[in-house]
């Protein structure tokens, strides 16, 4: 039985070391589907994750949770927020890449653990630990850094942990699986998208089929590269402690940091390194902060109270006196919008 938990384990690192992995190298990929701009990439990125998610669910056979979706109008009012919310996320990024701003986009994914825990405080009127506080106004000063350095906020990386950061949210509240909820936010921008690659080949502007067999092949597996990160995701999720996953998150940021000074040759001043060497303790401080309170938490549990014999069933805790567990590393849901 343990060889077999420990083999999960395995198992489950090797999934989400997989899944941030890919999503950390795949700024190699999008400059490969030139010369089609980023409306058009995104744009077949939601008709063939659709697609591709179609057939997994199809395989699986798991459809049930359509039929008890569609009965939930404030749901679906959610889905479709979440849909134009990834939208902006996934159009940015695309964008960002294509036009040589991969290292400004790893920082809006170093810096949105510290913008989820401010929505928290700010939306959800959450508590913080004297840690967090400290993290988040460490973050944001590197922002006022940045800013100065750049000679104007650093728009591309605060969108996109902003608008990641409200993603997250709004899933949580619609509690969905990562597979399912792909397919539902693909089912919104379907028929959008789909209408602007018909327009865009009406007018003759479109890449798909005239640039040749290969580059529609490209843009054909934008379904590929959304879809079987996720899965991997999502095979990681059940295998692992969030704890783990929490820091397997920050491996897609660092990749795509890498990448962005060492193959794509971006420049990076004494300024912008003050900035990221900033956000790098805000999310070093969270890390010991998080660590440290599972650590606590395991040892409450594996400790029995005075006078409780060890194995019996423990009593219930009394009525406002439940100490509130650590702050999550890593959001419950698969992160679909990260690093794409």
Not at 225 to 247: D, Y
């Amino acid at each position: 039985m343990a060889k077999d938990s420990a083999g999960q384990q395995r198992a489950g690192l090797l999934y989400g070391i997989g899944a941030y992995g890919m999503w950390g190298l795949v700024p190699l990929f999008w400059p490969l589907l030139k010369p089609a701009d980023a409306i058009e990439i995104l744009a077949h990125r939601m008709v063939w994750s659709l697609g591709l998610v179609a057939i997994v669910l199809l395989v699986m056979g798991r459809w049930a949770w359509i039929g008890a979706l569609v009965r939930q109008p404030r749901k679906l009012g959610l889905i479709a927020l979440a849909a134009v919310v990834i939208t902006v996320n996934w159009g940015v990024y695309i964008w960002s890449v294509n036009s040589g701003h991969v290292v400004e986009a790893s920082l809006g994914y170093f810096i949105n653990p510290l913008v989820t825990i401010a929505m928290g405080v700010l939306i959800l009127k959450e508590r913080l630990r004297r840690a967090q506080w400290i993290a988040v106004g460490i973050g944001a000063a590197s922002v006022t850094v940045l800013t100065v350095g750049y000679g104007q906020p650093p728009w591309i990386s605060l969108t996109l942990a902003f608008s990641f950061a409200t993603y997250g949210l709004v899933k949580k509240k619609v509690n969905l699986g990562g597979l399912e909820s792909l397919a539902a936010e693909t089912a919104v921008q379907f028929l959008p998208a789909l209408g602007y690659l018909l327009w865009l080949g009406g007018q003759g502007r479109a890449t798909f089929g005239n640039e040749g067999a290969g580059h529609a092949a490209l843009l054909a597996a934008t379904g590929v590269v959304t879809a079987i990160p996720l899965i991997c995701f999502g095979g990681a999720a059940i295998r692992v402690p969030l704890s783990t996953l929490g820091l397997l998150q920050y491996l897609a940021p660092v990749f795509q940091f890498l990448l962005g000074i060492v193959y794509f040759h971006e420049a990076m001043p004494p300024e912008r390194w003050a900035g990221f060497a900033l956000v790098w303790l805000a999310l070093t401080l969270l890390t010991w902060d998080a660590l440290r309170g599972g650590r606590r938490a395991s040892a409450s549990v594996r400790a029995p109270a005075p006078g409780v014999v060890q194995g019996a069933t423990p009593p219930p805790p009394l009525p406002g006196l439940t100490a509130p567990g650590p702050a999550p590393l890593a959001p419950s849901h698969p992160p679909t919008g990260l690093p794409d």
